[in-house]
């Protein structure tokens, strides 16, 4: 199978560079001269696009590959897939993006599911960053895919020396745990950016986490999987590191400095839909819901954390 990544934002490029460097590979992006001319994106400076990369803003064309690696915003997901009009039939179609779709109420998978029904959707996830893929760093994700014999050959299509997939048949689990996990890191941005302290944020992991499972678990994941690559690993890298624009854009709250608009904050979306989700199906999501009033201008730093520290005392 062919392999093509739709989206030339800093993950997919990322992505087109370490694979490039195994086979060749067809990237996808709306504006692709200065790209073509340079090998380059601006997106991840200092890194050279392999001459096995080739750059198109043909979507047939790359979508006539038999893996497509899905990798733009979350909630630009349904139009991307709406707009692929080349046969499917026997296609990996693979989710790169963490959040879940504010209109649908759904994750990646069901989304490919809904909007390409004749294709077999995957859910590609886990700590990592772009630019420590691009530069060839040692980088383990979780490849989840319910139906066996497409999930191990895209695991090894897409595996390389420094790349290393772990295959999960849990695509639910998996995607909860890539989506929420963004939702924590502005929770912990916002704490340590409001001078909170490294023990508060640790505990806002902690029950944070607890919240991931929970919900996970009442959608009808595995628990186990929360535990993984996807779930704990995404979850301790993006609320530790200043590299995670979720992280960051927490951090700005904390502080009341203003954010660059242009960056892609998907923890914020998320938050919405699992405050509704939280709702639908009645689940406790203290945390979650603290960062969608905050997101919203609900609620300020220190209101969100005094809503959370006035809770009744429970059991842990």
Not at 39 to 66: E, F, Y
Request: a neutral charge; proline letters at 5%; hydrophobic letters at 45%.
């Amino acid at each position: 199978m062919s392999v093509a990544v739709l989206g030339a934002g800093a993950f997919g490029t990322a992505l087109a560079v370490a694979l490039g460097r195994k086979e060749p590979v067809t990237l996808w992006a709306r504006d692709v001269r200065a790209m073509q001319d340079s090998r380059q994106s601006p997106r991840l400076p200092g890194v050279t696009l392999p001459d096995s990369v080739t750059i198109t803003d043909d979507l047939g064309q790359a979508a006539a590959c038999g893996t497509l690696l899905l990798s733009v915003p979350m909630q630009q997901l349904s139009r991307l897939l709406d707009q692929i009009m080349t046969p499917t039939r026997g296609h990996a179609l693979v989710a790169c993006c963490k959040g879940i779709d504010l209109t649908e109420g759904v994750g990646p998978s069901a989304l490919i599911t809904r909007h390409q029904p004749d294709a077999t959707p995957a859910v590609l996830t886990g700590p990592s960053f772009a630019a420590d893929i691009a530069r060839g760093l040692p980088t383990a994700l979780t490849l989840a895919c319910s139906d066996e014999a497409t999930g191990r050959a895209v695991q090894a299509q897409l595996s390389t020396p420094v790349l290393r997939l772990y295959r999960s048949d849990d695509m639910i689990g998996a995607e909860l745990g890539g989506a929420l996990k963004n939702v924590i890191a502005i929770a912990c941005g916002a704490c340590i950016g409001a001078g909170l302290g490294d023990s508060a944020r640790a505990a806002l992991m902690t029950r944070g986490f607890a919240e991931m499972v929970r919900l996970a678990a009442a959608l009808g994941a595995q628990a186990d999987t929360l535990s993984g690559l996807s779930g704990l690993g995404d979850l301790t890298l993006t609320c530790t590191s200043d590299l995670s624009r979720n992280y960051r854009f927490g951090l700005s709250l904390g502080r009341g400095e203003p954010f660059d608009p242009a960056v892609t904050v998907e923890g914020a979306a998320t938050a919405q839909a699992a405050a509704q989700l939280a709702l639908d199906h009645a689940i406790p999501l203290p945390v979650c819901t603290a960062v969608s009033d905050l997101t919203q201008g609900r609620l300020t730093v220190r209101q969100a954390m005094n809503t959370l520290l006035s809770r009744p005392l429970k059991d842990e």
